[in-house]
Protein backbone atom coordinates (compact mmCIF):
# COMPACT_ATOMS: atom_id res chain seq x y z
CA UNK A 1 0.00 0.00 0.00
CA UNK A 2 1.60 3.59 -1.49
CA UNK A 3 1.52 6.13 1.20
CA UNK A 4 1.04 8.90 -1.65
CA UNK A 5 -2.51 7.33 -2.26
CA UNK A 6 -5.61 8.61 -0.52
CA UNK A 7 -8.87 7.31 0.04
CA UNK A 8 -11.92 9.89 -0.07
CA UNK A 9 -14.85 8.41 1.46
CA UNK A 10 -18.08 10.10 2.46
CA UNK A 11 -19.07 8.56 6.03
CA UNK A 12 -22.64 8.17 7.43
CA UNK A 13 -24.02 8.70 11.09
CA UNK A 14 -26.81 8.10 12.79
CA UNK A 15 -28.53 8.90 16.13
CA UNK A 16 -32.09 7.87 16.77
CA UNK A 17 -34.53 11.00 16.20
CA UNK A 18 -31.70 13.02 14.49
CA UNK A 19 -31.14 12.91 10.38
CA UNK A 20 -28.13 10.76 9.32
CA UNK A 21 -25.19 12.97 9.62
CA UNK A 22 -21.99 12.62 6.55
CA UNK A 23 -18.11 13.30 6.77
CA UNK A 24 -15.67 13.67 5.00
CA UNK A 25 -13.38 10.15 5.66
CA UNK A 26 -9.92 10.22 4.57
CA UNK A 27 -7.32 7.11 4.66
CA UNK A 28 -4.50 5.01 2.75
CA UNK A 29 -6.75 2.38 2.92
CA UNK A 30 -9.82 0.95 0.80
CA UNK A 31 -11.70 -0.48 3.84
CA UNK A 32 -11.01 2.91 6.20
CA UNK A 33 -10.25 0.42 8.67
CA UNK A 34 -7.06 1.76 9.94
CA UNK A 35 -5.77 5.27 10.27
CA UNK A 36 -8.64 7.36 8.99
CA UNK A 37 -9.01 11.46 8.93
CA UNK A 38 -12.48 12.21 9.70
CA UNK A 39 -13.78 16.05 8.91
CA UNK A 40 -17.50 16.83 9.69
CA UNK A 41 -19.15 20.00 11.11
CA UNK A 42 -20.24 19.68 14.17
CA UNK A 43 -22.51 22.38 16.31
CA UNK A 44 -21.01 23.86 19.43
CA UNK A 45 -21.89 27.24 21.56
CA UNK A 46 -20.40 29.02 19.18
CA UNK A 47 -22.14 27.44 16.46
CA UNK A 48 -21.46 24.96 13.50
CA UNK A 49 -17.80 24.78 12.85
CA UNK A 50 -15.63 22.17 10.75
CA UNK A 51 -13.81 19.61 13.01
CA UNK A 52 -11.27 17.18 12.24
CA UNK A 53 -9.98 14.28 14.16
CA UNK A 54 -7.74 11.64 13.88
CA UNK A 55 -10.02 8.85 14.10
CA UNK A 56 -7.71 5.74 15.28
CA UNK A 57 -8.40 2.42 13.08
CA UNK A 58 -12.22 3.09 12.23
CA UNK A 59 -14.46 6.33 11.45
CA UNK A 60 -16.30 4.70 13.69
CA UNK A 61 -14.66 6.41 16.28
CA UNK A 62 -15.73 10.19 15.47
CA UNK A 63 -18.07 10.64 18.19
CA UNK A 64 -18.59 8.24 20.82
CA UNK A 65 -22.90 9.05 20.31
CA UNK A 66 -23.17 8.53 16.91
CA UNK A 67 -23.28 4.98 15.01
CA UNK A 68 -21.28 4.73 11.96
CA UNK A 69 -23.63 3.27 9.41
CA UNK A 70 -21.00 2.65 6.31
CA UNK A 71 -18.96 4.78 4.21
CA UNK A 72 -18.67 5.85 0.54
CA UNK A 73 -15.58 5.40 -1.53
CA UNK A 74 -15.67 8.63 -3.92
CA UNK A 75 -12.09 8.15 -5.37
CA UNK A 76 -8.84 7.03 -4.96
CA UNK A 77 -6.33 9.85 -5.58
CA UNK A 78 -2.38 9.25 -6.27
CA UNK A 79 -1.99 12.26 -3.67
CA UNK A 80 -0.68 11.94 0.03
CA UNK A 81 -3.23 12.48 2.67
CA UNK A 82 -1.66 15.16 4.07
CA UNK A 83 -1.80 17.03 0.33
CA UNK A 84 -5.38 16.31 -0.10
CA UNK A 85 -6.70 17.58 3.71
CA UNK A 86 -4.29 21.19 3.02
CA UNK A 87 -6.79 21.21 -0.07
CA UNK A 88 -9.36 20.95 1.78
CA UNK A 89 -8.42 23.00 4.45
CA UNK A 90 -8.19 26.12 2.09
CA UNK A 91 -11.99 25.90 1.31
CA UNK A 92 -13.03 28.02 4.71
CA UNK A 93 -16.11 26.52 4.89
CA UNK A 94 -18.36 28.67 7.37
CA UNK A 95 -21.39 28.17 8.63
CA UNK A 96 -23.01 31.39 7.39
CA UNK A 97 -22.36 30.27 3.85
CA UNK A 98 -23.81 26.91 4.12
CA UNK A 99 -27.32 26.05 3.06
CA UNK A 100 -28.02 23.11 5.16
CA UNK A 101 -29.70 23.07 9.07
CA UNK A 102 -32.01 26.54 8.00
CA UNK A 103 -35.41 26.21 8.72
CA UNK A 104 -37.50 23.91 5.44
CA UNK A 105 -33.86 22.42 4.29
CA UNK A 106 -33.92 19.22 5.10
CA UNK A 107 -30.26 18.50 4.80
CA UNK A 108 -27.92 19.39 7.81
CA UNK A 109 -24.94 21.67 7.46
CA UNK A 110 -22.33 18.44 7.62
CA UNK A 111 -23.97 17.52 4.72
CA UNK A 112 -23.64 20.47 2.47
CA UNK A 113 -20.03 20.81 4.16
CA UNK A 114 -19.34 17.28 2.80
CA UNK A 115 -20.56 18.52 -0.84
CA UNK A 116 -18.85 21.38 -0.71
CA UNK A 117 -15.51 19.62 0.09
CA UNK A 118 -15.77 17.10 -2.64
CA UNK A 119 -17.08 19.73 -5.09
CA UNK A 120 -13.98 21.95 -4.28
CA UNK A 121 -11.24 18.69 -4.84
CA UNK A 122 -12.93 18.65 -8.30
CA UNK A 123 -12.39 22.46 -9.02
CA UNK A 124 -8.61 21.85 -8.06
CA UNK A 125 -8.66 18.73 -10.32
CA UNK A 126 -7.66 16.04 -7.36
CA UNK A 127 -10.90 14.59 -8.42
CA UNK A 128 -13.45 14.06 -11.16
CA UNK A 129 -16.68 13.03 -10.35
CA UNK A 130 -19.29 11.52 -13.02
CA UNK A 131 -21.61 14.51 -14.52
CA UNK A 132 -24.38 13.02 -13.36
CA UNK A 133 -23.24 12.84 -9.84
CA UNK A 134 -22.12 15.74 -9.59
CA UNK A 135 -25.01 17.38 -10.95
CA UNK A 136 -27.40 15.78 -8.80
CA UNK A 137 -24.90 15.24 -5.73
CA UNK A 138 -27.25 15.16 -3.08
CA UNK A 139 -29.70 12.19 -4.48
CA UNK A 140 -26.83 10.27 -6.37
CA UNK A 141 -25.45 9.89 -2.72
CA UNK A 142 -29.21 9.36 -0.85
CA UNK A 143 -29.93 6.62 -3.67
CA UNK A 144 -26.54 4.67 -2.71
CA UNK A 145 -26.67 5.01 0.86
CA UNK A 146 -30.17 3.88 0.92
CA UNK A 147 -29.42 1.03 -1.42
CA UNK A 148 -26.57 0.03 1.41
CA UNK A 149 -28.47 0.33 3.97
CA UNK A 150 -31.17 -2.09 2.27
CA UNK A 151 -28.96 -4.51 1.16
CA UNK A 152 -26.21 -4.63 4.16
CA UNK A 153 -28.13 -4.34 7.49
CA UNK A 154 -25.39 -3.60 10.45
CA UNK A 155 -23.31 -5.92 11.60
CA UNK A 156 -21.55 -6.46 14.97
CA UNK A 157 -18.61 -4.29 14.32
CA UNK A 158 -18.57 -4.41 10.78
CA UNK A 159 -19.79 -1.50 8.32
CA UNK A 160 -20.07 -1.22 4.41
CA UNK A 161 -17.59 0.23 2.23
CA UNK A 162 -18.98 0.65 -1.58
CA UNK A 163 -18.37 2.85 -4.45
CA UNK A 164 -20.00 6.25 -5.35
CA UNK A 165 -20.34 4.42 -8.80
CA UNK A 166 -20.77 1.07 -9.32
CA UNK A 167 -17.74 -0.14 -10.87
CA UNK A 168 -15.78 -1.37 -8.18
CA UNK A 169 -16.86 -4.18 -5.16
CA UNK A 170 -18.20 -3.97 -1.71
CA UNK A 171 -16.29 -4.57 1.35
CA UNK A 172 -15.92 -4.09 4.22
CA UNK A 173 -14.29 -2.20 7.24
CA UNK A 174 -14.02 -3.15 10.53
CA UNK A 175 -15.05 -0.62 13.60
CA UNK A 176 -13.20 -2.30 15.94
CA UNK A 177 -9.87 -4.70 16.88
Not at 16 to 39: H, M
Request: proline share 7%; with cysteine.
Amino acid sequence: MSSNSTYIGIAFYTREGYPVQWAIVLSTYKRFDNSVWCGAIIETVEGWVEKWKHCDKSPATLEPYLTLLGVITVKKVGEPLGDVYQSISGLGWKAQNSRGGREGNKYPPSNDYVRRVLLHLCNNKIITLPPKVKNNFNMHVEERLSRFQEKHPPKFNQYPVIPLVEDEDIVFGRTKY
